[in-house]
């Protein structure tokens, strides 16, 4: 139980909508479990009105917010300092306000990493030269590509339905990789989702993630992705969080291949930006438990991904 006082600190999100954003729950069931004395609110924020909003939380001391749709990339200008991930994702989900200066962050990157460290056994995996596919080039494909970048991985395909896409994204990522001060080599190339070359790719690589948003609510489409050539050896990752275990989740799982759902990214890349505003690192099992109970999950299907 949160209770408000005159020195109660305020996190939050914004974004246009909020209304459907799990954020609230997972934040204030880790802000109770440790007794700090924050909040975290959703801000409903109109693209017009981003700029004076960021001043309104600057002058107000808010400690920090997450930022969602339609303001990741547009919130950029109007920031003092931008990590090195919210640079080559091109886009910043936190915001820390601290002595006059606005810092962005995105993340997303470490926290689709942390995730796959929870299974530590399929992180130890992927050492050496490692061959990842990634399904989609929409904005949280951005952030996979990414992390996997600057873990070193060797090679990674981004294939996707609109191909020119896929293009754009490594034409946009692949010099930004060379010239931070990571010296990062990882070869990225472009395929169209439905190209035989795809299958061919699947069929070899060592991690196949999907950031694409088909799986979502259960959406049966996994038949585009080619999976008849998944080997058991392939770790594959599915960023979609509803349901758990997705259909393309279950077709690899049939194949014997271990699979990593999306709920733990989500509640990492918010513990990232909790441990940001309030020093602390959150309890990762509560963030959990609060953002299955949010998104109507019972705890059977949580413990099934
Ligand atoms: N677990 C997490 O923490 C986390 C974080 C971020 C996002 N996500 C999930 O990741 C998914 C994508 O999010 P986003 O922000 O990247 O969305 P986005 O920017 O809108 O990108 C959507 C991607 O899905 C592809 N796509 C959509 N429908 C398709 C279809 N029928 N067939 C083939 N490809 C299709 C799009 O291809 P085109 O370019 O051809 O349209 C695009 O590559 C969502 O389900 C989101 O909930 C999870």
Known sequence: MIN?????????????????????????????????????????????????????????????????????????PLLDHISTEAHLIGAVNTLVFDQDQIFGHNTDAEGFIRAMQEEAHLFDLLTGDVRAVV?????????????????????????????????????????????????LSTC????????SQLSDLIATCDLLVNTTSVGMGNTAQVDLFNLGCLSAQTIVYDIVYTPPVTPLLRAAEAKGCPIIGGLGMLVHQGAIAFEK??????????MREALVKSLGLSAKQEKNK
């Open 188 to 195: 990225l190339t472009s395929v169209e989702i439905q190209s």
């Open 135 to 183: 399904l989609g080039a929409g904005g949280a494909a951005r952030a996979v590509v990414t992390a996997l970048a600057l873990n070193k991985v060797t090679e990674i395909t981004i294939a996707n339905r609109t191909v020119s896409k896929a293009v754009a994204l490594v034409e946009d990522l692949e010099p930004k990789l060379l010239h931070t001060d990571l010296q």
């Open 4 to 76: 408000i006082s005159g020195k109660t600190k305020i996190v939050g999100v914004i974004g246009e909508p909020v209304t459907h954003s799990r954020s609230p729950q997972m934040h204030n069931a880790a802000i109770a479990k440790l007794g700090l004395n924050f909040a975290y609110l959703p801000f409903e924020v109109k693209l017009p009105d981003l700029t004076t909003a960021i001043q309104g939380l600057k002058a107000l001391q808010v400690v920090g917010v997450n930022v969602t749709i339609p303001h990741k990339q547009n919130v950029i």
């Open 277 to 286: 505003w309030t020093g602390i690192e959150p309890n990762i099992e509560i």
